[in-house]
């Protein structure tokens, strides 16, 4: 290690930190200093090249606190941070939005009135469709909005490989609901313990019909509690645990349509330095691209020009062509789902969830045909 380069660049952080609120312009040229140095110390030294960079890119970062405008930034990354989620933070999915309002949260808002009309509190929802579009944060924004107690379990970890323990895992759980109630419980991957009997083991057997028997009664006047189930994997859900009185509603949560990868598009690149990004050109190309996968695109396009920034000292605003180059990179990881759902909705006779999802499975089929025919060549 260059011990010379090493105390320059420390006395200089030293330096920056001193002179943030005396002299932001003079700070921030001293932090980007010292991570040029430590940028330039990371590729003579193997042995703490990551140590160095890693260095590098937290004074950037830093200097990007340094002025007001940065500042703000910052405080509403930290407004975020203690904002619930809402529904406003979901892109697209109106139609969605409106079924879950209707049947989540104003039941929970106004009891009374629901039960004027005869519809009862809680209940159960499935949701179901390719991972990455939204099933997580609908149900997180929906326990907020309504202003309830909020379960978030991962159907996985309920699962015990000892006789009897998942059984009394889904008991307690569902103990635990009632005497929170009302409350939403949100079941994600439901497939682990929802696992269609006639293929399952005597086991997963014994788990259905703990869950159906916790289910037999709930969203009665004692207990309003309220399931969300969701699954990338809906076929291998037990039809019992569907019908009315359980899950009875099914929704499909589509992939983003051009609107919504657009609004997310906006979001994710919120606050960042941008020169010129087309966002209608960028939504038109991640058609068939899940929100996970658009946020993962947008980091990738951002981080090209952070690394240009740390090595250059200076800000690099994020263009079209760090989208591009983000695309060859990062691809659609939903295509392939809309082929095995068709198949495996079909093998299993779900024809009823087969007809929310024609319409787009008919666009990702051709998409990943294409997809294939390009790869192959
Ligand atoms: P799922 O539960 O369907 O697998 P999530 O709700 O966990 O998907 O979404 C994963 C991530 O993708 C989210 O944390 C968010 O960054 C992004 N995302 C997905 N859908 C949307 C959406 N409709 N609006 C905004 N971001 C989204």
Request: glycine letters at 6%; proline letters at 3%; aromatic letters at 10%.
């Amino acid at each position: 290690m260059d011990n010379y380069l090493f105390y320059k660049a420390s006395d200089l952080v030293e330096k920056a930190r001193a002179l943030r609120k005396s002299n932001p312009e003079e700070s921030v040229k001293c932090y980007l200093t010292a991570a040029q140095i430590f940028i330039r110390m990371s590729k003579h030294d193997r042995e703490y090249e990551k140590d160095f960079f890693d260095m590098a890119n937290q004074l950037f970062e830093e200097s990007q606190t340094v002025n007001a405008k940065q500042n703000e930034y910052l405080q509403s990354i930290r407004d975020l941070a203690k904002k619930k989620l809402s529904f406003q933070d979901i892109a697209g999915l109106a139609d969605l939005k409106d079924e879950i309002k209707l049947k989540i949260i104003e039941p929970f808002k106004n009891p009374e009135l629901f039960k004027k009309f005869n519809k009862k509190v809680g209940g159960g929802i499935l949701m179901f469709g390719p991972p990455g579009c939204g099933k997580t944060m609908i149900a997180e924004a929906a326990a907020n909005e309504a202003g309830v107690k909020f379960f978030n379990v991962n159907a996985s970890t309920l699962r015990s490989k000892y006789v009897g323990e998942s059984e009394k895992n889904i008991a307690n759980l569902f103990e635990e609901a009632r005497k929170s109630s009302p409350c939403i419980i949100f079941f994600d991957e439901f497939e682990a313990l929802g696992q269609e009997r006639s293929n399952a083991s005597t086991h997963t057997k014994s788990e259905v019909s703990q869950l159906l028997m916790e289910m037999n009664g709930f969203g009665n006047k004692e207990q309003e509690i309220l399931i969300i189930a969701a699954s990338n994997e809906p076929w291998e859900i037990d039809i019992a645990l569907r019908r009315e009185g359980r899950l009875g509603n099914t929704i499909f949560v589509p992939p983003p349509d051009f609107e919504a990868r657009k609004q997310m598009i906006k979001s994710n690149l919120k606050n960042k330095p941008v020169k010129s990004v087309d966002m209608d050109a960028i939504a038109k190309l991640t058609e068939g691209f899940s929100g996970a996968d658009i946020t993962s695109v947008c980091e990738a396009a951002s981080d090209f020009a952070l690394k240009d920034s740390i090595k250059s000292g200076k800000i690099r605003e994020i263009t079209d062509k760090d989208f591009y180059e983000a695309m060859k990179i990062r691809n659609s990881s939903i295509k392939p789902w809309f082929n095995l759902a068709i198949a495996k909705l079909k093998e299993t006779g779900n024809k009823d969830l087969l007809k929310g999802i024609e319409e787009y499975a008919e666009k990702a089929r051709i998409e990943h045909n294409e997809f294939l025919q390009a790869e192959a060549v």
